[in-house]
């Protein structure tokens, strides 16, 4: 397991929270779009946050 | 009535992306203030590399802010930068050496 004091858990777990909103959250706003090159960016965004997430998960393993 | 309703509730491209970038700031504010108690060196770093990239998402929004016209910032006036730029000499040679 992991090495992580009390305070870094409570940070991931926090983070780790705002990273899966995000992710929804993005895809949501770029589904409401219909300008294409918005549409394009606010996807980007969301796969860089599900990657952020994916980074962070590593620190529970 | 239907149709109003759904108009009131939709949120313009411009919305989109200035709620877009309150979002940006918000998380960076949070990857910073944890960076900062990471005792975790590896942990530490990932949260500044993130920082990062979470400036960088914070940058890229914000120019496709400005491409749209949505985002106009003023700039400095070349007296005041001068002006500023003395002062802050002027201070810098009042210190003791």
Known sequence: MANLTAKELTALEDQLNAELTLVKKYKHMASMCSDAQIQQCLNDIAQKHQQHFNTLMTFLQ | ?97
């Open chain 2, 1 to 97: 009535m239907i149709n109003m309703q759904q108009t009131q509730a939709t949120l313009s491209e411009k919305e989109i992306l200035q709620d877009s970038l309150l979002v940006q700031k918000h998380i960076t504010d949070s990857y910073n203030t944890f960076a900062g108690e990471c005792v975790n060196p590896q942990l530490r770093t990932t949260m500044l590399n993130i920082l990062s990239d979470e400036h960088c998402i914070q940058a890229d929004i914000f120019t496709n802010m400005q491409n749209h016209g949505w985002y106009t910032v003023e700039q400095a006036q070349q007296q005041k930068i001068q002006q500023t730029k003395q002062k802050m000499q002027n201070q810098q040679q009042q210190m003791p050496q």
